[in-house]
């Protein structure tokens, strides 16, 4: 399975966001659970949330560096990233202006209940985007740094869920042409690549910290891009010898739940 982790990452980059309504929750195998019940057996709570916009665009920027200090004070938030995201095919050298994306990890529901309920960020996030994409996240296996971080605690697979995988790597300044010389190639092998329901790419920073976060029907679709795409091998080859990565990193989680909401 790591032969698919932050060496691959460059399949992950560049892929469009589709905001698919009614998201395919019969392919991917979703069932109606409730989500209190799972994440009260478990301490960490992850989720990654997408957020659309139609106005306040200019706002939405902004919030990539102003709302760290409102995250900050947010009780039980161990982890959190503010993350742009690619445009067109995904992670071409163009952002995606529409769309912004908000990872956090918190010691419990309960505090992330709170958080999302009182604090003032939060808060604007919901009211000025039009759409608001969410994803309840179980982890269940990690490998790797982020900025230095260990920010997922592994839990016991419940089984027969959805795997949204996410990663991120932080590129060496003296590899970022070849890198993204290849991106074109990554970004074809994801495309076609069969049990893949969703992916978009996502990033701290353009050019030099990069992530991606996709959906696979299954942990065996996973293993069958990692394992028989013979592009997919190359590009492993690739990154080995040209060392573009300074820092990386290769997560899997169960997907708990998908919500998708619209503001009036």
Same mark, same amino acid.
């Given at each position: ?6 060496k ?22 979703m ?8 994440f ?12 659309t ?18 995250l ?24 995606? /202006?529409?769309?912004? +994306?908000?990872? !956090? @990890? =918190?010691? $419990? ?9 009182? &604090? ?38 419940l ?13 060496n ?33 353009? /050019?030099?910290?990069? +992530?991606?976060? !996709? @959906? =696979?029907? $299954? ?9 028989? &795409? ?6 492993v ?28």
């Amino acid at each position: 399975m790591e032969e698919l982790a932050p060496k691959a990452m460059i399949f992950f980059m560049g892929c469009k966001l589709q905001i698919l309504f009614g998201f395919k929750t019969s392919l991917l195998g979703m069932h109606r659970i409730k989500i209190s019940d799972i994440f009260s057996e478990m301490g960490q709570v992850v989720y990654l949330h997408f957020f659309t916009y139609d106005q306040h665009r200019f706002w939405a920027f902004t919030q990539m560096q102003r709302a760290h200090a409102g995250l900050q004070d947010c009780k039980g938030l161990q982890f959190y990233k503010m993350l742009g995201t690619g445009a067109g095919a995904g992670f071409s050298l163009r952002p995606d /202006f529409s769309t912004y +994306a908000l990872l !956090s @990890v =918190w010691n $419990s529901e309960d505090d992330k209940k709170q958080a999302f309920a009182s &604090s003032p960020v939060l808060q604007a996030f919901f009211d000025r985007s039009t759409t608001q994409r969410i994803y309840a996240l179980r982890p269940i296996h990690t490998h790797g740094k982020w900025s230095g971080q260990y920010p997922f605690v592994v839990q016991k697979p419940l089984g027969d869920k959805p795997i949204g995988v996410i990663t991120r790597a932080t590129l060496n300044p003296s590899r970022l042409i070849d890198f993204w010389r290849h991106v074109p190639q990554a970004s074809q092998a994801i495309k076609e690549a069969k049990g893949v329901g969703f992916f978009k790419g996502i990033g701290e920073w353009p /050019f030099v910290q990069q +992530a991606t976060f !996709s @959906v =696979w029907e $299954s942990a065996e679709a996973i293993r069958t891009f990692a394992y028989v &795409s013979q592009a997919h091998a190359s590009i492993v080859k690739k990154t080995r010898e040209r060392k573009w990565y300074k820092e990386d990193m290769f997560n899997r989680f169960e997907v708990i739940e998908v919500t998708t909401t619209t503001s009036l």
